[in-house]
């Protein structure tokens, strides 16, 4: 039966996260929300940033080189939208100094901007402490559950983590991987067209 109401949606609100990356023309400015750096070797491959699933990966066969890519949520001070944030691991060397100090990345204010104002600059993140007191921040998503949604892995083949933050590789049970690529029946839903999100 369809379920009627009489409050309108939050318009901001959506089932999923956007992914974002440091924009050219103007600095994005936002609070982490997970306490950890999320680190996976990537391809650019078929047009796209994609996960190495090495030893039985595409990409490594046609001689792609690979490189990490970090990733974090957070919330952007100004909309407040709660996002994955990705970079490069040279770009997320502040977030790394920061974990040598405090105990966790939860709460750190970060800047990140290309000061060359390209597309393809490099990435320059500056971090400080923020007033917690002024702003109640959400729980983190699973990110390497969100990140397979975005790059349309099979989310049922993803392994149970015991604690999102303590999750160091995206584990895949190969067998079930393999029967749902084979069988795109059993498989992931299709995203709607390359718009950046995916279900959290």
């Known amino acids: 039966m369809p379920r009627w109401t009489n409050e309108l949606p939050d318009a901001t609100s959506r089932p999923g996260f956007s992914l974002k990356r440091t924009p050219p023309d103007r600095p994005l400015k936002a609070i982490v929300t997970s306490a950890q750096l999320l680190v996976c070797f990537t391809h650019w491959w078929t047009g796209r940033t994609t996960p190495c699933e090495a030893p039985d990966c595409d990409a490594c066969k046609a001689l792609m080189p690979s490189r990490p890519h970090c990733y974090l949520s957070a919330i952007e001070q100004g909309t407040r939208e709660h996002f994955l944030f990705e970079c490069t691991a040279k770009a997320a060397l502040p977030f790394k100094i920061w974990l040598q100090t405090y105990p966790t990345l939860r709460g750190c204010f970060f800047t990140a901007s290309r000061p060359k104002r390209r597309r393809n600059a490099q990435v320059e993140i500056l971090c400080k402490p923020f007033d917690l007191s002024t702003i109640q921040l959400p729980m983190p998503p ?8 975005i790059w349309q892995l099979p989310t049922t083949a993803l392994e149970p983590s015991s604690a999102i933050d303590s999750v160091q590789e ?3 049970d190969p067998t079930t991987m393999n029967r749902m690529r084979l069988n795109p029946a059993d498989g992931l839903p299709k995203p709607s067209p390359s718009n950046g999100k995916g279900a959290g």
């Open 142 to 149: 699973d990110i390497a559950r969100a990140m397979s949604v």
């Open 170 to 172: 995206l584990k895949i």
